[in-house]
C-alpha cells in the first residue's frame, strides 16, 4: 500500500494565478500540500489528531526539506492531478515524491521532506504511523 500513489484533483482558480492566467509559483506549494494531507488521511493519518496526542504526541508534520522543478506552466480552469507517494521513511521523516500532472502530462515535480516534530523537536514516528503506511 505504500508504494501506491494517491491522486487528487485540483481545479486552477483565478485567485491561483498570476495576472496573466498562469499558475502564480507559490500557488503550486498550495496544491503539493493538499496532496500530501490527502494523502497522509487516505491512509487514516489524521493531523488534528497527531496534533490533539492521539497518537502519542502532541505530534505534527513540518517540512523540512523540498526540491521543486517547474516543466510546464498551469493556466486557469486547468483540472490537475496532484500524485503523491512515498519515496523513503526514516526514523524521524518521511520522504514524499509528488507530480502535478495535466491529463497525464507533468508540469511540476517535486522531493518533499516532512518530518515528525514535537514541541518543536524531532521525534521518531510512531510504530502507529508506520503500520498504516504498511497497511496495517
Not at 515524491?97 to 516532512?114: S, Y
Amino acid at each position: 500500500m505504500m508504494n501506491e500513489p494517491l491522486l487528487f484533483p485540483v481545479r486552477v482558480y483565478y485567485e491561483d494565478t498570476d495576472f496573466s492566467g498562469v499558475v502564480y509559483h507559490a500557488s503550486y506549494l498550495r496544491f503539493l500540500e493538499r496532496g500530501r494531507t490527502e494523502f497522509l488521511r487516505a491512509h487514516d493519518i489524521h493531523q488534528t489528531a497527531l496534533f490533539d496526542a492521539e497518537a502519542g504526541g502532541p505530534l505534527a508534520f513540518a517540512v523540512r526539506k523540498m526540491s521543486i522543478e517547474f516543466l510546464k506552466p498551469a493556466r486557469m480552469d486547468d483540472e490537475l492531478t496532484i500524485e503523491t507517494s512515498i519515496a523513503k521513511i526514516g526514523g524521524a521523516s518521511i520522504d514524499m515524491a509528488q507530480r502535478i500532472l495535466r491529463d497525464k502530462e507533468p508540469l511540476v515535480t517535486a522531493h518533499v521532506r516532512i518530518a515528525a516534530v514535537s514541541d518543536g523537536r524531532a521525534q521518531r514516528l510512531p510504530q502507529a504511523i508506520l503500520a498504516k503506511f504498511a497497511g496495517g
